[in-house]
């Protein structure tokens, strides 16, 4: 008899959980409860990404998602309303048909998937087991998603993060944070 799989029930109650807080996400109005949610989707996400041994992505994650652009919503919403305004019902269906399509593209490429943890599958076969095989003699660095972020794909990491940093600076450029204030005309 097989034991059961402690893993898979993790993630289906994981994706159970991001289920749930998306529909909620997308019926409020309160735009301060949907920011918060938003952030609680991310930090849902990135343990869904530790469960699958996705560490790297899970830390981005966390980082980008909960924590910077929370935030910059947060400091958005200062400079809009609290509620929503509501949206005509023919948007709502038409929202409903792309998200239905893409969902069903999604579920009919599932088939042509490799197995998980399939030492065969492209991502296995090629040039990550070269990563594999290298990494310690060529960067001496124990952890390989290390090494490949620091070393191999240095350049590459470095202008993510410089795109990451522009964003920020130009969403903070736009709310005015830290700008001087113009004085009124005439009665000061």
């Known amino acids: 008899m097989d034991s059961f799989d402690w893993t898979q029930l993790l993630d289906y109650a994981l994706m159970a959980m991001l289920l749930a807080v998306g529909v909620a996400i997308v019926r409020l109005r309160n735009l301060f409860a949907a920011v918060m949610l938003m952030g609680v989707y991310s930090l ?3 343990a869904w990404f530790v469960s699958l041994d996705a560490v790297d992505v899970a830390f981005t994650e966390a980082a980008v ?3 910077i652009s929370t935030v910059l919503m947060l400091g958005a919403m200062l400079l809009t309303a609290r509620e929503a305004e509501p949206v005509k019902a023919g948007r709502h269906w038409a929202a409903l048909a792309v998200v239905l399509a893409t969902g ?8 042509d998937m490799p197995a998980y ?5 492209p991502a296995n076969a090629y040039v990550g087991f070269d990563y594999l095989i290298r990494t310690p003699q060529e960067v001496a660095v124990p952890n390989v998603v290390t090494a490949v972020l620091a070393s191999y794909r240095g350049f590459d990491t470095f202008g993510e993060t410089v795109v990451i940093f522009a964003a920020g600076l130009a969403v903070m450029l736009l709310l005015g944070f830290g700008g001087k204030k113009s004085k009124k005309e005439g009665g000061e």
């Open 44 to 46: 849902l996400s990135a």
């Open 65 to 67: 998602g909960a924590g």
């Open 117 to 121: 943890g399939d030492p065969n599958a």
């Open 104 to 111: 069903a593209a999604l579920f009919f490429a599932i088939g």
